[in-house]
């Protein structure tokens, strides 16, 4: 290619980022405009986001349920939404994200979820969208998903969760929920989450036993399932993945007892026993935790 070649195609390559943030065409991401009365749902891939963004949805927005075809412009996901699009929703919003800190979040709800379900979901999820194949063995996943590989920018399930943990557990604009919790007792854990939103504040939500009752029967895991079939080649977060295998899955907690194999749960829990303990999972393996230790996390 001829130098002057090479010089327009870096100068495109250089303008081609600003054109898309002055045009609007960006996809919001760590960029996104923030505003005050903002409320980020936020966790770790395949710690039950898209599950208690259904919740959410169907107990905020009651004119019509929520479906993989409209959840995004109710409980939107940042990186897959221009900041355009999302500046021109009705406010106060809530934005689903699966950052580690970011300071300037004013009001966060943090979902926090047992890291050895969250490897089993994550290397299906993996496999889905073709990163790695069927027959990979889970037990060369598990050292890759310990070590942040395949989501580096979120850094490892550790670094994600202690970073919210340990900068804002005793924040009032900070609520921490277990997703094991939300799937025990979802009534309980969602009239928590109204009265988070109440002091944010935040728009007027029936938190009734029956608009609780509703919302979680709109959300259930099979109702989900129904729906992704219908709609999983519209959606973007499944569109261009296999449609062979599903995004929401069996939808519990516990399942890495009898999935895991005995060295990668040793592995998860040398690496994050310590951090795992103070959230309330008991450990099943004689380890060792890792001595970057965490300070004991908020159930609030």
Same mark, same amino acid.
């Given at each position: 290619?001829?130098?002057?070649?090479?010089?327009?195609?870096?100068?495109?390559?250089?303008?081609?980022?600003?054109?898309?943030? /002055?045009?609007?065409?960006?996809?919001?991401?760590?960029? *996104? +405009?923030?505003?005050?009365?903002?409320?980020?749902?936020?966790?770790?891939?395949?710690?039950?986001?898209?599950? +208690?963004?259904?919740?959410?949805?169907?107990?905020?927005?009651?004119?019509?349920?929520?479906?993989?075809?409209?959840?995004?412009?109710?409980?939107?996901?940042?990186?897959?939404?221009?900041?355009?699009? /999302?500046?021109? *929703? %009705?406010?106060?919003?809530?934005?689903?994200?699966?950052?580690?800190?970011?300071?300037?979040? %004013?009001?966060?709800?943090?979902?926090?979820?047992?890291?050895?379900?969250?490897?089993?979901?994550?290397?299906?999820?993996?496999?889905?969208? $073709?990163?790695?194949?069927d027959d990979y063995p889970i037990t060369q996943f598990v050292p890759?998903?310990?070590?942040?590989?395949?989501?580096?920018?979120?850094?490892?399930?550790?670094?994600?969760?202690l970073s919210w943990i340990a900068l804002r557990k005793d924040d009032?604009?900070?609520?921490?929920?277990?997703?094991?919790? *939300?799937?025990?007792?979802? +009534?309980?854990? *969602?009239?928590?989450?109204?009265?988070?939103?109440?002091?944010?504040?935040?728009?007027?939500?029936?938190?009734? %036993?029956?608009?609780?009752?509703?919302?979680?029967?709109?959300?259930?895991?099979?109702?989900?399932r129904d729906l992704e079939k219908k709609e999983a080649g519209r959606?973007?977060? +499944?569109?261009?993945?296999?449609?062979?295998?599903?995004?929401?899955?069996?939808?519990?907690?516990?399942?890495?007892?009898?999935?895991?194999?005995?060295?990668?749960?040793?592995?998860?829990?040398?690496?994050? $026993?310590?951090?795992?303990?103070?959230? $309330?999972?008991? /450990?099943?393996?004689?380890?060792?935790?890792?001595?970057?230790?965490?300070?004991?996390?908020?159930?609030?």
């Amino acid at each position: 290619m001829p130098a002057s070649d090479k010089s327009i195609e870096r100068l495109f390559d250089a303008l081609t980022p600003a054109w898309r943030v /002055l045009s609007g065409r960006q996809f919001a991401g760590r960029g *996104l +405009t923030v505003f005050s009365d903002d409320v980020f749902l936020v966790s770790y891939p395949r710690s039950g986001n898209t599950w +208690t963004r259904f919740l959410l949805g169907n107990l905020i927005y009651t004119d019509s349920p929520v479906t993989f075809s409209n959840i995004e412009s109710r409980i939107p996901e940042i990186y897959f939404n221009r900041d355009r699009f /999302l500046r021109q *929703l %009705p406010r106060p919003r809530v934005l689903k994200s699966h950052e580690s800190f970011q300071p300037h979040y %004013p009001h966060v709800i943090y979902i926090v979820r047992d890291p050895r379900d969250v490897a089993i979901s994550f290397y299906h999820h993996n496999v889905k969208a $073709g990163n790695i194949p069927d027959d990979y063995p889970i037990t060369q996943f598990v050292p890759r998903f310990i070590a942040a590989e395949f989501d580096p920018k979120f850094g490892s399930w550790r670094d994600n969760a202690l970073s919210w943990i340990a900068l804002r557990k005793d924040d009032p604009r900070f609520l921490m929920l277990r997703y094991e919790d *939300l799937k025990s007792d979802p +009534t309980l854990v *969602l009239s928590q989450v109204v009265a988070f939103l109440d002091r944010c504040p935040f728009r007027s939500i029936d938190s009734s %036993p029956a608009a609780l009752r509703h919302a979680i029967e709109l959300s259930s895991p099979e109702r989900m399932r129904d729906l992704e079939k219908k709609e999983a080649g519209r959606w973007v977060l +499944t569109k261009d993945t296999r449609q062979d295998k599903p995004f929401v899955r069996s939808a519990t907690s516990g399942g890495w007892k009898s999935q895991l194999p005995p060295e990668s749960v040793e592995a998860i829990e040398s690496a994050w $026993g310590e951090l795992m303990q103070s959230l $309330g999972y008991e /450990l099943a393996s004689v380890c060792a935790s890792s001595p970057q230790s965490s300070p004991r996390g908020s159930h609030s």
